[in-house]
Nanobody, 126 residues
Framework: QVQLVESGGELVQAGGSLTLSCELS????????MGWFRQAPGKERDFVAA????????TYANSVKGRFTISRDNAKNTVYLQMNYLKPEDTAVYYC???????????????????WGQGTQVTVSS
């Protein structure tokens, strides 16, 4: 019933910028926190960023802090990931996830989220 669809992933040159979007569809009666994760070939799915329902609080992985910005527009049921100064090591499949049971602490592990998108490929060339 709840579907998350990422978009915006593409090939981009190192140093460039890219914005990913994640649209939620289906019934969403409760507030939810959102997160972004990424997974490169042969690696685990790693946390990237998270944002609370209100958008007041955000948290980032150290590897992207200062370069990426997570935001949301609840009226559009959409969360964004603005990525700047992209590096080849940012290459991965990026997933958005929804947490329907948010807590005061930001969740940064995949098993803490309830719904997932299909992922969108981001490739950063050198």
């Amino acid at each position: 019933q709840v579907q998350l669809v990422e978009s915006g992933g593409e090939l981009v040159q190192a140093g460039g910028s890219l914005t990913l979007s994640c649209e939620l569809s289906g019934r969403t009666f409760s507030s939810y926190a959102m997160g972004w994760f990424r997974q490169a070939p042969g690696k685990e799915r790693d946390f990237v960023a998270a944002i609370t329902w209100s958008g007041t609080s955000t948290t980032y992985a150290n590897s992207v802090k200062g370069r990426f910005t997570i935001s949301r527009d609840n009226a559009k049921n959409t969360v964004y990931l603005q990525m700047n100064y992209l590096k080849p090591e940012d290459t991965a499949v990026y997933y958005c996830a929804a947490d329907w049971n948010p807590s005061p602490k930001m969740k940064t592990t995949p098993d803490e989220y309830d719904y997932w998108g299909q992922g969108t490929q981001v490739t950063v060339s050198s």
